[in-house]
């Protein structure tokens, strides 16, 4: 017995036949289902295997009371340490599913960003998903990073920039095939400061150290990472910037322009302050 994480788009109400076929055979061979609780391709999820009387399901939600829970199934709830239930509140309980799952079975309506980071989640945890493409009728199978990369890359602009301001900095990171970023820009803190603005003290001390190195492949690097991890797309808009100069900019290796890096500061609400630095007397 597997367990299988099913989930997609709010816009999907009524569920392909190919999906319904899939589900059968999940009933037949009863793999364990976790499902969440949102309205569309969820509640339409819930509403056929209830229908079935399959009871082999438990549903996630974020907080303590789930949305929809049609079936009458076990509950897991999903602690999440905030009280506003934007996108990062709800994704929580993707998150968990995403780990605790051998396989996923996307069903997107063509341009929902949550869905495609439900494949980026599974990828991560190098499990295996497919992705039943709605409109166009099309079915997906993700089996390796590399084919994740290749479908986001054939996706549209639009597509990608609601994605990636999604996204945690991690997840953009697996996406783009780069190296993990530093802890702090996963912890809590971080992901308030992708919409707000604010930092972590951690990271401010990790940026006053790389400056203070005078390395500049590492001050690069870091700075990039705390980019990604607010949003490029947001730090475009702040900086009047295109992104995609910006990615090659704060990618390592990249060589950005000292306006370059002010301004990217200025974004992420970082002032920089001149002090004279203590240096052996030269006269002696």
């Not at 890359?153 to 999604?166: H, K, V």
Request: net charge positive; with cysteine.
């Amino acid at each position: 017995m597997n367990t299988i994480f099913i989930g997609g788009s709010r816009e999907v109400a009524r569920l392909p036949q190919e999906v319904q076929a899939r589900l059968d055979e999940i009933i037949k061979k009863n793999h364990h289902v976790i499902v969440g609780d949102a309205n569309g391709a969820d509640k339409a999820v819930q509403k056929y295997l209830a229908d079935r009387e399959f009871q082999n399901v438990t549903l996630f939600c974020s907080g303590d009371t789930p949305r929809n829970n049609v079936g009458h199934w076990k509950v897991q709830s999903v602690t999440v340490n905030s009280k506003t239930k934007d996108y990062q509140f709800f994704a929580a309980k993707d998150r968990e599913m995403a780990r605790r799952a051998d396989f996923g079975l996307m069903i997107w309506d063509g341009k929902s960003p949550g869905t495609l980071l439900n494949l980026v989640r599974l990828l991560q945890g190098s499990k295996i998903a497919v992705l039943i493409n709605v409109p166009q009728k099309q079915t997906h199978n993700i089996k390796t990073a590399d084919q994740l990369r290749e479908f986001y890359r054939a996706c549209t602009n639009s597509i990608r920039s609601d994605l990636e301001r999604r996204a945690t900095g991690q997840e953009m990171r697996f996406l783009e095939g780069l190296p993990s970023q530093p802890d702090f820009l996963e912890a809590p803190a971080a992901k308030e400061g992708k919409s707000t603005g604010a930092l972590p003290e951690s990271a401010i001390q990790d940026l006053n150290a790389a400056l203070a190195s005078g390395d500049i492949v590492r001050i690069t690097d870091l700075l990039g990472a705390l980019a990604r991890n607010r949003g490029m797309s947001q730090i475009a808009r702040d900086t009047n910037l295109a992104r995609e100069s910006l990615y090659r900019s704060l990618d390592a290796g990249g060589n950005p322009e000292f306006a370059t890096v002010l301004k990217v500061l200025t974004s992420l609400g970082i002032d920089l302050e001149v002090r004279k630095t203590s240096t052996p007397d030269r006269d002696r």
